[in-house]
């Protein structure tokens, strides 16, 4: 089994991807956790980020290593959800797709764990968390998502 | 009572309603105005690559009234006269109603900033005629806003020079009042208005390039104005009052006007060898500051937004504006400012300020046009005056598009309103309000963050120093301990840079900038190894090569007292820099202790005190005997290489340093000679920088040592008989020595004498300014007398 979390958005390509999926045995399970685009919140919170102060961006640096010393983030390349499955769905190893999941809906989610980081409070507060992920599931509602799982298995 | 205070208040009222537009547009400025004290982040200082408050207000201001600048070894600095009025004054004064200095740099900043968006305010209004009052009341509270909130104000302004703020915020109002004046029946009192404005703006002559900056939109205005108006009275009445304005200006400024134009010559040579000394060129530097167009027109392009050092980007937040976002709006510039070209071709004065835009782009352009590196290259001086074209011209650019975006968003703002006849007057507004915020937004909120987000004032990185400062209080500590030694000496700061500035490393940040104890140590301090024609220089060099005697003796002659270790440098920046003179901290310990020249006197904090085992009080002494030495200053270093040379017990002269007249007529010994007897005895009074009087008493000639930087300035005076100039020599390789062939007891006096060029112009500057303002207020004064003639017909 592979596991592959938060890192294919920060390549330029999939390929790599595929050398991955070359080491999976028959039967191989691979989990693929990241980042999607097509949030637009999200994308407005990436062109914004250059722009909040640096002082700021050094205080989420304490909690996020990725972000440089300068406060840049590292190069993103979301891919979008039918991307990551045309990528599978064309390798030459057969795969089969055992189930797709959608994360982060309309960023709350994620804002609401990044932000209980600073202020543990927050993690206090009752929110119907489980009625919101219930809402990712509508098909309606996907581009609010701001990650997708996509667990994969050799044929 | 009750009657008289509701009709007050009523009127009052009445007044604030009438001008409603004018007090909204000018709180809002006032309001954003306070963004600069966000800058500060609480308690601290800001400093800036050439600008840096001086830690005593007062002794700075004081010093500003001489032309001879006593701090290191002394240099002719007719140009701090300059800064006296406004900024030393304010500053001087901020410090007598003891206002810390960080409230008096938050009034400064906040007060400048406010200023500029003022000012184009009342530009703008006072040019956009045709209008209906609050449509030229919100014309000029978008270029005032825009004014303030753009890239120059955050990439040149802010980070790099306060003082040259000055110019920047008063230009749009000098301009506004010429332009009035010119159109003004009344030329006389705006002429003399004109000229105060201008005098607002004296600090930021220090550097004389900003005054042909100041006048050059005046000119070019001038002879829009004729243009456009091409009769012979128009011609007459323009020439009357820009003369006017040019004579009483130059009348009120004599006083800096006259030292600075008689060292003229020096100043230039001075400006040059300091450019000379970090290995560039005036063309060079022109080269560096050119603005590509397509970044001059967006209001970027220069070269340091895209710069850094050892890693560290001097501007952290200039890779924003290679965003897509960023890209996008700053493109809204250009094209709003061009805008008006298109919809009002024939209004005048969009015409100007279009052309206006355009010659300023072909000047920030600089090198990259063949036209602007005819400029640069062919018209004489002018690559000296301006080397930094995005510098010096960004402003005009950012002028001109802050007058043509009001213009634009405004009629932009008309003619939708126009559009929209049938809807209610509130929703019309709102309809048509809502791009003009949305624009306005984009160019003065998104595309001038940095102003927003405060990282304007560089915040410290790794490498690089915050420019927000907070002084250890041990240099407080040790100042009060150097102020407890009554006698005159000098301080020697290790490491040492070539132009005097200091690159700190404090808690909460550190400091950039120039050396920030030079007005709050009460001695000298010696900051820049070119001080003394480089002996600074060759001194430091000499402890870092381990030859910590012969060092020694040329700081012994150099009246250095001390060697001050800055153990707070900032070693990654200083390390390899070409422009300082240094070692690793380890081995500058390991000299500095191990020496038997220089020993630990004092620590203070992270400043280490070696004493100077040399040194003898020779701010003033005099010397039996001389030694001619043939060569430059490298016979300096061989002299004080001896074990037998005592500093005290001679003078040094270098043939280099003397013409043909000096070696014939001064009585040299060209052997080394040492311990003879010297029978002379002097004690000496510095009744101010440019004036000692020095008590003799001889039985034989002597030289006279003043350990100050030679300047021929200088005069030595006995009984008022001038000692002649070929007796005044450079001594020790950089001091001022003459040879007095007299003896007995008698008093000699040395003076500065072109700090009677000051004298005169402070004096008719002030008659002046006496005569400007009783004509100002004659008719004031008129009324004040008839009343009072009155009051007494009443009572008799």
Known sequence: MAIIRNLLHHLSTLKP?????????????????????????????????????????????????????????????????????????????????????????????????????????????????YKLYSLERRKILRWSAISITIVVERV | MSIEITAFLKSFWGYLYLHKCTIIALLIIGLIGLLSVSWFHGDYLI???????????????????????????????????????????????????????????????????????????????????????????????????????????????????????????????????????????????FAIIAAFVMTLATSVYVDPSYLPLTLLPLLMYL?????????????????????????????????????????????????????????????????????????????LGYWGLNSGYKGDAYSIWATAYQTPLLIIVSFLLPFLAFIPLLIKPKDKHVLFFASFAIISLLLINGTYSPIGNWIYTRIPLFSAFFSTPYFRFGMYL?????????????????????????????????????????????IVGVYAFPLWTGDVIRPGTQVLQSNRYQMPPYYQTASNWLGTDPSDFNILVL???????????????????????????????????????????????????????????????????????????NWLYVENNTSWISTSPEQFQSILNSSSSLSLEKEFGKLDFYKNN????????????????????????????????????SVIVLSNQLNAQQISTLPMNTVFVQNQTNNTSITYKEINPTQYTVHVNSSQPFYLVFSESYDNGWVATINGQQIPDQYHFTANGYANGWYINKTGTYTITLEFTPQNLFYAGATISITTLIICTVYISRNKMKNIYQKYVKKNKVSN
């Open chain 2, 223 to 299: 002879i829009f104005y004729i243009l456009v108006n091409p009769t012979k009275t128009t011609l007459f009445s323009a020439f009357k009052f820009t003369t006017l304005f040019l004579i009483t200006w130059v009348s009120l400024n004599l006083y800096w006007l006259i030292p600075d134009a008689y060292f003229s010559s020096t100043v230039l040579a001075n400006v040059t060898s300091a450019y000379n000394s970090v290995g560039v060129s005036f063309l060079s530097a022109v080269q560096l500051n050119s603005a590509p167009l397509l970044g001059a027109i967006r209001l």
């Open chain 2, 47 to 189: 400093s800036a690559v050439d600008f840096s408050m001086p830690l005593n207000r007062l002794r700075s201001f004081m010093a500003n009234f001489y032309g001879w600048d006593s701090r290191s070894l002394g240099s002719a600095n007719p140009r701090i006269s300059a800064l006296t009025f406004p900024v030393w004054a304010y500053f001087a004064f901020s410090e007598i109603i003891g206002l810390s200095l960080s409230i008096t740099e938050k009034i400064l900043f906040y007060g400048v900033f406010t200023i500029s968006g003022l000012s184009m305010y009342y530009l703008t209004t006072t040019l956009i005629s045709n209008r209906p009052v609050k449509l030229k009341r919100l014309a000029g509270l978008i270029s005032g806003i825009f004014y303030m909130l753009n890239p120059y104000v955050a990439i040149i302004i802010l980070p790099l020079r306060t003082t040259s703020f000055m110019i920047y915020a008063l230009l749009p109002l000098i301009l506004a009042i010429f332009v009035k004046g010119l159109n003004e029946k009344r030329k006389v009192k």
């Open chain 2, 614 to 649: 040399y040194w003898q009080p020779m701010e003033v002494y005099s010397a039996s005997t001389s030694i001619l030495s043939d060569g430059n200053l490298d016979q300096l270093i061989q002299i004080a290489e001896r074990s037998d040379f005592t500093p005290s017990d």
């Open chain 1, 17 to 129: 991807l595929s050398n991955i999926i070359g080491l999976l045995n028959s039967n191989g399970l691979l989990l693929i956790d990241d980042k999607i685009s097509g949030n637009p919140l999200q994308g407005i919170l990436t062109l914004a980020y250059p722009l909040i102060p640096y002082n700021f961006k050094m205080l989420l640096r304490e909690k996020a290593d990725h972000i440089d010393r300068y406060g840049h983030l590292p190069p993103i390349t979301g891919y979008r959800p039918k991307a990551y499955v045309k990528f599978i769905t064309q390798n030459p190893n057969k795969l089969t797709i055992v189930e797709v999941r959608y994360h982060g809906f309309f960023l709350i989610l994620g804002a609401l764990e990044y932000l209980s980081r600073f202020f543990p409070r927050i993690s206090n507060i009752r929110i119907p968390i």
């Open chain 2, 398 to 442: 950012t002028l001109a598009y802050a007058f043509l975006i009001g213009y634009a968003l405004t009629e932009l703002f008309s003619r939708i309103t126009c559009s929209l006849n049938r809807l209610r007057r509130l929703a019309r507004h709102m309809i048509s309000g809502a791009p003009i915020v949305v624009l306005l937004f984009l």
């Open chain 2, 495 to 569: 490491p040492i840079s070539t132009l005097g500035y200091a690159e700190l490393k404090w808690a909460n940040g550190g400091y950039d900038g120039p050396y920030p104890a030079d007005w709050l140590f009460p001695k000298a301090v010696i900051a820049s190894s070119t001080v003394g024609n480089g002996i600074a220089g060759i001194a430091a060099q000499l402890i870092i090569n381990n030859q910590t005697t012969a060092a020694s003796k040329i700081l012994a002659l150099m009246n250095v007292k001390y060697v001050l270790f800055q153990e707070d440098t």
